[in-house]
């Protein structure tokens, strides 16, 4: 079993940055692939980055390209989110995810753990 614990949500200002932490325990994701997803009320849960096993390789949607950044750090066993020039748009739940397998996913069902989510709230 997994358990992951998202952190570092919170309210900011249009432009600001947020770095979002998600710390697994359970397994080490050394061989997983790791997420971020974000979700709106009544909205399906979307793609926003992904990093594969090995850490070399990352995608991201292409709202986000360009202001995120997805990185990992196996010793600490956690994944981050760095997100720059954040925009209102941007407010919503978002949702780190464990895959299945090792390599990066902007597929939801590839995701077999979730953390609970953590919400961030950009002020215009």
């Known amino acids: 079993q997994v358990q992951l614990v998202e952190s570092g949500g919170g309210l900011v200002q249009a432009g600001e940055s947020l770095r979002l932490s998600c710390a697994a325990s359970?397994?080490?994701?050394?061989?997983?692939?790791m997420g971020w997803f974000r979700q709106a009320p009544g909205k399906e849960r979307e793609f926003v980055a992904t990093?594969?096993?090995?850490?070399?390789?990352?995608a991201y949607a292409d709202s986000v390209k360009g202001r995120f950044t997805i990185s990992s750090d196996n010793d600490k066993n956690t994944v981050y989110l760095q997100m720059n020039s954040l925009k209102p748009e941007d407010t919503v739940v978002y949702y780190c995810?464990?895959?299945?397998?090792?390599?990066?996913?902007?597929?939801?069902?590839?995701?077999?753990?979730w953390g609970q989510g953590t919400q961030v709230t950009v002020s215009s």
């Open positions: 990093i594969g096993a090995s850490g070399a390789r990352t």
């Open positions: 995810g464990f895959a299945v397998g090792g390599y990066l996913s902007t597929r939801l069902g590839s995701y077999e753990y």
């Open positions: 359970g397994r080490s994701f050394r061989f997983s692939a």
